[in-house]
């Protein structure tokens, strides 16, 4: 068992999406408390403190050695284990009295980016109140505003002066782009604005960082198919730990 101090030594450890954007919380920089990363036989666990509202211990690799390091390194901020569905259900199957809290989607693309859609830009300070008033009324359940930590910039499209369709560029890994605060006022939708706005974010992250990931609620099949339509492949995910 050996540490991983950089998020190119969690690179070289594992090609896992997740990880490398967890290993964000080992660079300088990073916005809150600095993270850790533990290799062992394969497996991979990386801790990141408060990264997207949340203290993370993310893992992959065989299910044995991922069990051995989330049950032996001391984490200051634990909190619940996230793991690929498949590696989460194994090591509950091997750890008695643990089990699968909740599972989510998170997608990936490692595409070439595409035109650049038309009518989409990014926000100024003065659009940002706006933008808070929408993604709190678009997307109640979001886990992105407007100001708040890990957030770089928004992108938004506008009918007359009307913000109508935004979202955001967050919580960025060196090697790995990240998207949220997907928000689009609800006469507009079905019209391709949200389409347009995740577009020119995601384009921009690929021309950045080369690879360009999101998280999306299991069950948001409308979200999860506006997605694949713009390249990002799902993974099912899973919380899980000690009952």
Not at 112 to 117: F, I, L
Request: charged content about 20%.
């Amino acid at each position: 068992m050996h540490e991983l101090k950089t998020p190119a030594d969690v690179a070289a450890a594992t090609t896992d999406p997740v990880l490398n954007w967890g290993a964000q919380a080992l660079a300088d920089g990073y916005p809150n408390e600095r993270g850790q990363a533990w290799e062992h036989d394969g497996a991979v666990l990386v801790h990141a403190p408060g990264l997207y509202r949340r203290d993370r211990v993310i893992l992959t690799g065989p299910a044995e050695q991922a069990l051995k390091l989330v049950t032996s390194v001391r984490l200051p901020t634990p909190g619940a284990p996230i793991a690929r569905t498949e590696l989460a259900d194994q090591m509950c199957q091997l750890e008695p009295g643990w089990a699968a809290y909740a599972r989510f989607g998170w997608m990936t693309t490692t595409g070439d980016p595409g035109p650049r859609p038309d009518g989409v830009r990014w926000l100024v300070e003065d659009d940002l109140d706006q933008a808070d008033h929408l993604v709190r009324t678009a997307n109640p359940h979001g886990w992105l505003v407007p100001r708040e930590t890990g957030t770089r910039r928004w992108a938004g499209m506008f009918d007359g002066d009307t913000l109508v369709s935004m979202a955001g560029d967050a919580w960025p890994a060196p090697n790995m782009g990240f998207i949220a605060g997907v928000a689009t006022h609800e006469d507009h939708r079905g019209k391709g604005a949200s389409n347009a706005v995740c577009a020119f974010v995601r384009d921009t992250l690929l021309a950045e960082h080369g690879s360009c990931g999101l998280m999306v609620y299991a069950d948001n099949a409308t979200a999860i198919r506006l997605y694949e339509r713009l390249g990002f492949t799902y993974q099912s995910m899973t919380a899980f730990g000690p009952e």
